[in-house]
């Protein structure tokens, strides 16, 4: 099972940027869907966006649409997740995740995850 380590995260004033990486142990990182998540405190986790094996087709949260940008690097499994704009309302723990079906919002169809890094962001 491939195993993901995110990096990037921190404090950011509302409006700024943070750019979020994920890196793959495994080589065949390119055969795995990915996406990214979210959990802020006494909330469920919630989608951000997802990305398919080729990085053709992308999908995003409504509540991201236009301020995040997903992408990969097959070469050097890695994904990333550019955020800019940011609000208050992100701040939340962000979770890398691959998984082994199509590119989708649903949580459940994805079965390998990081273990998160915290994003900040104060108004």
């Known amino acids: 099972q491939v195993q993901l380590a995110e990096s990037g995260g921190g404090l950011v004033q509302a409006g700024g940027s943070l750019s979020l990486a994920c890196a793959a142990s495994r080589r065949s990182s390119s055969s795995y869907v990915m996406g990214w998540f979210r959990q802020a405190p006494g909330k469920e986790r919630e989608f951000v966006a997802a990305i398919s094996r080729s990085g053709g087709y992308k999908l995003y949260g409504d509540s991201v649409k236009g301020r995040f940008t997903i992408s990969r690097d097959n070469a050097k499994n890695t994904v990333s997740l550019q955020m800019n704009s940011l609000e208050p309302e992100d701040t939340a723990v962000y979770y890398c995740?691959?998984?082994?079906?199509?590119?989708?919002?649903?949580?459940?169809?994805?079965?390998?995850w990081g273990q998160g890094t915290q994003v900040t962001v104060s108004s």
């Open positions: 995740a691959a998984g082994s079906y199509g590119t989708s919002p649903e949580r459940s169809l994805y079965n390998a």
